[in-house]
């Protein structure tokens, strides 16, 4: 860490240089792991949006490749997906198989026009990824006359044998096939009147199948971006539960029934990677470290915003039906350094766990606690996790405070709010610290609260019983280091 760059993570992604938002183009590709992004390679804000690229073998080491996508003449490259052609269905890819890219052709305004016009556009690749040819035919899909329009998500649907892309159409998002990946035909929409709602369009959709935890069955999760009223107002990620028979989104739940990913501030546009193989069996996720009310304001040197560290998506029953659970990938194991083992049992109020972690560190800990206790992890002395037990329920109280003298940043990133956890039950925690970031995963990752760390505050990390008392059932925090 230098003085000119202390908030450049050790593990989480950014880019070399320049603005990222949105993460893009996830797919598993002959033994690569692809990550695309919406990128601005000129400037530290939003500005015309590009794909960066890079692979990696492992999730967590990246080598950045040549920009994918740039803006041409039909406009910018909005956010989108990558997957396998290996069957070349499209005709575009040969007989070895290749990539296809779908992506949101962004044109440039008209007079009157609130945002960029929108349409879906097709870029392909035979070499792995390293170069991309753009659709001649595009763009595959033309705006049906919408304002919002974009964030292609595309997969293969066997049961059906047919190319399925979900789409944002304002705040509900549709569903279109194709046989040949570039005739679509429109299906369905879902979402009117269905979980959460502001004032702005849905954006970055996801569509997967996932398997029920310790059971025969599966189920569809639908996943939608909300840009200013999440759990708390900002950008937050929401997920549906239901079935899909290749045409129709069906939700399980109630329509009013909100689901969401995250539950902190800083967790948006999540996806998924496509065809992971089988013989892995994981669904991977990542998600955009950040907060669009002051995402362009964050204090970093000359790059802007990281993406979480990718984790994997479990689907549970739970006494309120099935809800997704998060745990960080397993390749994060190789870089983990013992620090400290905590002592097990009964901790009363005032004993202090844990100070000064390093700059990178896990910590994981079971425990229960007592009615009217209080247990508060500080990442920095500007920034506090506090979980309690309170009234016979439990609780997670996230309060943020720091400024950096910019009045958008300012207003928007301190923040003071509480999270039910329900009803008194022995809980398990992982946090993940990286220098500007933490991640926490309560209750076998039932619940996430990701919360970006900026200010003048030291990194004085504290773990300490405040109130009451706790029965520690294990603990540990470990370092997380990229050397030997």
Known sequence: MTKQDPYRPLFHFTPPFGW?????GLVYHRGEFHLCYQYHPMDTVWGPMHWGHA??????????????????AAGMCFSGTATADAANRTGLVGPEGGLLAYYTIAAEKSEGDRDFPQSQGLAYSIDGGRRWQRYAGNPVLPNPGLQDFRDPKVFWHEPSQHWIMVVTLGQKVGIYRSADGLDWRFCSEFGEGEGAHDHLAWECPDLFEIPVAGSDESRWILIVGIQ???????????????????ERFVNDNTADTVLWLDYGRDYYASQTWADVPAEDGRRLVLGWMSCWPYANQTPTANWR????LPQTLTLKATDQGLRLHRAFVAELEAFERPERVLA???VGAGELLAADWPEAARLQLALELAEGSELRISPTGEADFILFR???RLG???RRRGRIGVAEFDEHYPHDYELDLGAPRPLSLDLLLDRCSAELLLDDGRYGMTQLLFGDSPRRCRLAVERGSLVLEQGHWLGLSRSA
């Not at 200013?228 to 290749?246: C, I, L, N």
């Open 20 to 24: 990222m938002n949105d993460p893009n």
């Open 55 to 72: 692979v990696s073998r492992d999730l967590l080491s990246w080598e950045h490749l040549p920009i994918a996508l740039a803006p041409d």
């Open 228 to 246: 200013r009223q999440a759990y708390v107002p900002g950008s937050g990620t929401q997920y549906f539960v239901g079935r899909f028979d290749g």
């Open 305 to 308: 915003s990281a993406m979480s």
């Open 344 to 346: 097990c049992g009964e």
């Open 390 to 392: 309170r009234d016979g």
């Open 396 to 398: 997670l109280r996230s």
